[in-house]
């Protein structure tokens, strides 16, 4: 880390019962995007961990050098941290967060639920990596920033201006991994996904829907983009994941 931590993007924690809850925040943003969903899970009595993923919440040239390894890494951290004092955990990601969460769902079967909210799970084409890879071999190193993909008029995602070429590389080498194995996701899983998307197209959701072997619901996003979680159906979001939670934890007591 080469700068302070951005005003608004610090992480989040709560201490609080015995049922734990793991938010993770997506690709260039930070756990801005996350912090009501953490905070209501918080207020309903859970232990919370939302943390700020390596490369994120400074500066752009944090993130440059960052690779999935280091954001796989961080999450399981995380995530084992808080099982260790959890009788329950339940993990909730918006994007890369849902890939990560899928990542880490594949490996502790242990986990009691997770939500995701517009995950990357589905590996882009050949031709796409191809595309991504010349044009950072030919020294383009940052590309365009894909953050704040938001219908609602006024409101802003806190992320980077610009997309680091060989980060993005890399997750999706990480999205390629976590694809291969979604069937071994077999815990409660409750899906949003947003009809709209200009980050990450719908059919990651319907490759998630096809591939896990656990309960499934999947609740469609009629007004949201990508960032849904800071868009019109915020409040919706944040409510039915508590309340899925609550059944989750509760069916874990049982």
């Known amino acids: 880390m080469t700068a302070p931590i951005q005003a608004g993007s610090e992480p989040f924690s709560a201490v609080g019962g015995p049922h734990g809850a793991l938010v993770l925040h997506g690709f260039t943003g930070s756990p801005d995007s996350m912090r009501g969903i953490a905070e209501q899970l918080a207020d309903a009595g859970l232990s919370v961990e939302l943390p700020l993923l390596p490369g994120h919440g400074t500066a752009l040239e944090d993130l440059i050098p960052a690779r999935w390894s280091d954001f796989c890494g961080a999450a399981e951290e995380a995530y084992l941290d808080l099982a260790a004092r959890c009788n329950t955990v339940v993990v909730v990601g918006l994007s890369m967060g849902g890939t990560l969460t899928c990542w880490l769902a594949e490996r502790h079967p242990e986990i009691n639920g997770i939500v995701l909210v517009n995950p990357l799970v589905e590996p882009p084409t050949d031709e796409f990596r191809t595309a991504i890879a010349q044009l950072y071999e030919s020294g383009t190193e940052v590309a365009p ?90 409040d919706e979001i944040e409510e039915r994941t508590v309340a899925f939670v609550a059944a989750v934890d509760a069916e874990g007591e049982s």
């Open 145 to 234: 920033g894909i953050g704040s993909d938001i219908a609602k008029p006024g409101v802003l995602e806190l992320s980077y201006a610009g997309t680091p070429l060989a980060a993005v590389l890399s997750l999706f080498e990480g999205a390629e991994e976590v694809a291969l194995g979604l069937g071994r996701i077999s815990c409660p899983v409750l899906l949003f996904s947003s009809t709209e998307d200009h980050v990450v197209t719908p059919s990651n959701g319907d490759l998630v829907e096809a591939s896990v072997s656990g309960p499934f619901e999947r609740i469609r996003l009629e007004r949201s983009y990508h960032v849904a979680t800071l868009d019109y159906d915020r």
